[in-house]
């Protein structure tokens, strides 16, 4: 079967053969093996670049146990516009990692594929600003994954929240406190105007800076592990 993919990573495997880690547009995020494409010459090799769009076959893999194989690889978009650019370059890998280890194999989820291909298209524009479009993606994906905390209403006295009472996200809790309770001692991460305005869906703030954001702890809980693309960014100035 023919879909299309973003090419997430590729590990060695045998002599000449790649295991190519992707998110299809009608399976999900699978594993399948490109082979030759480590021998001089290989056309596939080409186009099975990470982060690259493509459109490939599928053959085999009808056991559980049989790994598909992916045959006639064609970049539909390559993004140069992020390849070009360190900043955009860590911003992209932050969501490859997500995917990786915030996504189940097998499960297609149409959103997530919107939501991929659109965000890959923006942040390879060339007036784009990969600070800003990485807290507005990191809002998004967490809604799409599920994974977006109640903001309206304090998770440990449940009144009301807005922009003057607002506190700290409470991982325990799995959502926000407001300023009396986490000065009572419920604890937290204090959160910035801006990461309260992106957790309410709320676009029109953002940075062009990449300081540490609330938005980065939530997924490395979630994940339960260190994202290395934020420890690059940490470094880009």
């Known amino acids: 079967m023919t879909t299309k993919a973003i090419i997430l990573k590729k590990q060695n495997t045998n002599e000449y053969d790649q295991l190519v880690d992707c998110y299809t547009e009608d399976f999900g995020k699978i594993t399948a093996i490109a082979k030759s494409i480590l021998k001089p010459g290989s056309i596939q090799a080409l186009h099975l670049d990470t982060f690259?769009?493509?459109?490939?076959?599928?053959?085999?893999?009808?056991?559980?146990?049989?790994?598909?194989?992916?045959?006639?690889?064609?970049?539909?978009?390559?993004?140069?516009?992020?390849?070009?650019?360190?900043?955009?370059?860590?911003?992209?890998?932050?969501?490859?990692?997500?995917?990786?280890?915030?996504?189940?194999?097998?499960?297609?989820?149409?959103?997530?594929?919107?939501?991929?291909?659109?965000?890959f298209s923006e942040l390879n524009k060339n007036d784009?600003?990969?600070?800003?479009?990485?807290?507005?993606?990191?809002?998004?994906?967490?809604?799409?994954?599920?994974?977006?905390?109640?903001?309206?209403?304090?998770?440990?006295?449940?009144?009301?929240?807005?922009?003057?009472?607002?506190?700290?996200?409470?991982?325990?809790?799995?959502?926000?406190?407001?300023?009396?309770?986490?000065?009572?001692?419920?604890?937290?991460?204090?959160?910035?105007?801006?990461?309260f305005s992106l957790l309410n869906l709320n676009y029109n703030n953002g940075t062009k800076d990449y300081r540490r954001s609330v938005l980065d702890g939530m997924f490395e809980y979630v994940s339960g592990g260190k994202f290395s693309s934020l420890e690059l960014m940490s470094v880009i100035k």
Request: charged content about 20%; proline content about 2%; some cysteine.
């Open 128 to 195: 784009a600003s990969p600070g800003i479009l990485l807290r507005q993606g990191q809002s998004r994906l967490l809604d799409i994954l599920g994974y977006l905390p109640e903001v309206n209403s304090c998770k440990s006295c449940n009144d009301k929240i807005d922009t003057e009472t607002f506190g700290a996200f409470n991982h325990a809790l799995g959502g926000i406190v407001c300023k009396r309770c986490f000065l009572d001692g419920q604890g937290g991460i204090l959160i910035s105007q801006e990461d």
């Open 52 to 119: 690259n769009l493509v459109e490939f076959e599928l053959v085999g893999g009808s056991a559980s146990w049989r790994m598909p194989i992916i045959t006639g690889a064609q970049t539909a978009n390559s993004y140069v516009g992020i390849k070009s650019s360190t900043a955009k370059t860590a911003v992209a890998y932050f969501f490859i990692e997500a995917i990786d280890k915030m996504v189940f194999e097998n499960d297609k989820d149409d959103k997530l594929w919107c939501f991929l291909i659109t965000f």
